[in-house]
């Protein structure tokens, strides 16, 4: 598209300041917090993340839209996010997957977007000062007025945004990772059994069902604020709790059905958001951190293993503040040393800060889904045993 038929975009930060560019996607407004992936790949994956709910998000590789989008690579309905920029887009892809230009499917999906600014220095700014609210319009080309807008917008910490991406209703996943994407065949293989697997949706990616279904489970999805009981009803040989958005302290409802379902004693993994939930029903507490972690190649582990792992998260558990009788580190982020992982020390409870199945990114952690099913045919051949 030549500059002379693009339409001016601002953009403005709460701090008061200003980029203009151009318009990719949808026109209007879009207010959210602004914060940068540096992965090199699957922006799809990203737009569509429930976990950017209430964010923009900065895309820190130089270009944008060359493979195009396709109804495969979808993560949920649609894109999640409140906006997106960009250094450059391309408007004609090139790739035989595509089926929509990235610019006409967020237009689709009425996300605005702004292209052509200085995406390098955008990025050192939110490191160096940390994540803040911003907003992108092509109608409101005043930066006094777009600020007001901005400062006037909600904080993420102490933001409940689970509720708007949780699904309404009970549902139940069969679809496995593809063939042609399988990455792990072996270990999919070595899944003889089916075990029923209730996983509460905080804001669930797809290709984490996928993975689930890949290695033998039944899934059935359920609302975030499902009780204890009905969940129980279904009789799970485990309990999944699923990535989300925004402030984990302020998902109440979830943390006291992580609390009550330990008590059951069954299986549970937790991904995300599902891990900081699980924190806080082990007597943990979490804390904002300053830019948060959203890439493909951030380093994780503990004595002597490191993975390198796909994350995207805002918030992180406060070591000084698990009950360590009960609960140990399992992992930690190797970049600042922040809790990255939590097993249980007597229960088959465990959960990770980061995603394991990827989409897009390393392969390295799947084994965590192979774990999962592991402990829930333990947990079965238990019980056969003492019946």
């Known amino acids: 598209m030549p500059l002379s ?3 001016p975009a601002l953009l403005v930060l709460a701090d008061g300041t200003t980029y203009r560019g151009w318009s990719f996607g949808a026109t209007g407004t879009a207010i959210g917090e602004v914060v940068f992936n540096t992965g090199m790949t699957g922006y799809q994956e ?3 993340d429930p976990s950017y709910c209430g964010q923009i998000v900065i895309f820190t590789y130089p270009e944008l839209g060359n493979t195009g989008v396709n109804p495969e690579d979808e993560e949920s309905k649609g894109p999640q996010v409140q906006g997106a920029i960009a250094r450059n887009i391309c408007h004609r892809p090139s790739n035989w997957r595509s089926t929509q230009s990235l610019p006409d499917y967020l237009k689709h999906h009425q996300v605005p977007g702004i292209y052509g600014i200085d995406t390098r220095a955008l990025t050192r700014k939110i490191r160096m000062f940390g994540a803040m609210n911003g ?19 909600p904080s993420m910490k102490g933001l409940n945004l689970v509720r708007e991406v949780t699904t309404p209703t009970v549902y139940e ?12 065949p072996v270990g999919v293989a070595n899944s003889e059994e089916t075990y029923t697997v209730v996983a509460l949706d905080f804001g669930v990616k ?15 999805v359920v609302p975030a604020d499902t009780p204890p009981e009905e969940i129980l009803k279904h009789n799970p040989d485990g309990i999944f709790l699923s990535n989300g958005p925004g402030d984990p302290s302020t998902v109440t409802e979830g943390i006291e059905t992580a609390k009550a379902l330990l008590g059951a004693e069954k299986p549970i993994f937790g991904i995300c958001m599902g891990h900081q939930i699980l924190g806080h029903a082990l007597g943990a507490e979490t804390f904002k951190l300053k830019f948060g972690h959203r890439g493909l190649n951030q380093p994780a582990g503990l004595q002597e293993r490191i993975e390198i792992t796909s994350q995207n998260h805002s918030f992180a558990i406060d070591p000084d503040s698990l009950p360590d009788t009960q609960v140990e580190i399992s992992h930690l982020n190797l970049n600042d040393r922040t809790v990255a992982g939590l097993r249980h020390k007597s229960l088959p409870v465990f959960s990770v800060q980061y995603h394991p199945e990827a989409s897009p990114g390393p392969h390295d952690a799947d084994y965590l889904f192979e774990q999962f099913v592991q402990s829930m045919q333990t947990a079965r051949r238990a019980a056969a045993e003492v019946s």
């Open 206 to 220: 797809r290709n984490i069902l996928r993975r689930l279904a890949a290695y033998g489970c039944r899934v059935i």
């Open 5 to 7: 038929d693009a339409i």
């Open 173 to 184: 996943w069969s679809d496995p990772t593809t063939a042609t994407w399988e990455f792990n």
């Open 135 to 153: 907003g992108i319009s092509t109608t409101i080309l005043d930066e006094a007025e777009l600020l007001e807008k901005v400062q006037a917008a």
């Open 46 to 48: 990203v737009l569509t």
